[in-house]
C-alpha cells in the first residue's frame, strides 16, 4: 500500500536531482567545452544541452511527484495541497538559489569575486557564459549578462511548477501540439 511521501523525502529528492544533474553536466561540459571552443553554434549546443540535462532531471521529479499525488488523491483520497508545485520548486533548486544570492552579492562588491566558483556550482550555465563573454570574471559580466543568469537560474522552477501542474491536471502536451482537434 502506497503512503504519502513526506515533504522533507520530496525536498531531498529535488534537492539529489539537483546534484545529480550538476555531476552530469560536469561529465560533459568538461568533457565538450575544449573542443567547441572555436565554433560559436556547438557552445550554443552544448549550453543547450547542459540546459536540457538540468531541466530535465527537474521535469522527472516533478512528473513522478504529480503522478505519485494525483493517485493519491484519485484513489486514497487524501486531501489535494495546491501549493505543492510552488513548494517543490522552491526547496529543488535550492542551491541554485543560494548560489545566485552569492553571486548578486560578489556583482554588487560586497563580498570579493566568486564567478569561477559559481560556474562550477552552476555548471549547467558554463557553456552559456563561455559562449557570451571572453572570461570568468566579474568584470566581464555585464548586467544583461547577470540576468540571463538569472533567467537561466529561473528555468528551474518554471520547469517544476509547469510539468507538475500538466501532469497532474493529465494534459499531454505532444497531443495539443501535434494532434489539434480540428
Given at each position: 500500500?502506497?503512503?504519502?511521501?513526506?515533504?522533507?523525502?520530496?525536498?531531498?529528492?529535488?534537492?539529489?536531482?539537483?546534484?545529480?544533474?550538476?555531476?552530469?553536466?560536469?561529465?560533459?561540459?568538461?568533457?565538450?567545452?575544449?573542443?567547441?571552443r572555436s565554433l560559436f553554434i556547438m557552445k550554443i549546443i552544448l549550453a543547450l544541452a547542459a540546459l536540457f540535462?538540468?531541466?530535465?532531471?527537474?521535469?522527472?521529479?516533478?512528473?513522478?511527484?504529480?503522478?505519485?499525488?494525483?493517485?493519491?488523491?484519485?484513489?486514497?483520497?487524501?486531501?489535494?495541497?495546491?501549493?505543492?508545485?510552488?513548494?517543490?520548486?522552491?526547496?529543488?533548486?535550492?542551491?541554485?538559489?543560494?548560489?545566485?544570492?552569492?553571486?548578486?552579492?560578489?556583482?554588487?562588491?560586497?563580498?570579493?569575486?566568486?564567478?569561477?566558483?559559481?560556474?562550477?556550482?552552476?555548471?549547467?550555465?558554463?557553456?552559456?557564459?563561455?559562449?557570451?563573454?571572453?572570461?570568468?570574471?566579474?568584470?566581464?559580466?555585464?548586467?544583461?549578462?547577470?540576468?540571463?543568469?538569472?533567467?537561466?537560474?529561473?528555468?528551474?522552477?518554471?520547469?517544476?511548477?509547469?510539468?507538475?501542474?500538466?501532469?497532474?491536471?493529465?494534459?499531454?502536451?505532444?497531443?495539443?501540439?501535434?494532434?489539434?482537434?480540428?
Open positions: 500500500m502506497k503512503k504519502k511521501e513526506k515533504f522533507i523525502v520530496r525536498a531531498f529528492k529535488g534537492i539529489g536531482y539537483s546534484l545529480i544533474g550538476e555531476l552530469l553536466c560536469l561529465v560533459c561540459v568538461s568533457a565538450l567545452i575544449v573542443p567547441v540535462i538540468t531541466l530535465g532531471l527537474y521535469f522527472n521529479w516533478a512528473y513522478n511527484a504529480a503522478r505519485r499525488d494525483r493517485d493519491m488523491v484519485k484513489f486514497r483520497n487524501m486531501p489535494y495541497d495546491k501549493y505543492m508545485p510552488v513548494k517543490m520548486a522552491a526547496v529543488g533548486p535550492v542551491l541554485s538559489y543560494i548560489c545566485l544570492i552569492i553571486l548578486i552579492l560578489s556583482y554588487c562588491g560586497i563580498i570579493p569575486d566568486i564567478f569561477n566558483f559559481y560556474l562550477l556550482a552552476n555548471i549547467y550555465i558554463l557553456p552559456f557564459v563561455d559562449a557570451f563573454t571572453s572570461g570568468r570574471t566579474l568584470e566581464y559580466l555585464t548586467i544583461p549578462g547577470l540576468l540571463g543568469i538569472i533567467l537561466l537560474v529561473l528555468t528551474q522552477p518554471a520547469t517544476i511548477i509547469a510539468s507538475y501542474i500538466l501532469t497532474y491536471k493529465d494534459v499531454d502536451i505532444v497531443k495539443l501540439i501535434f494532434y489539434k482537434k480540428q
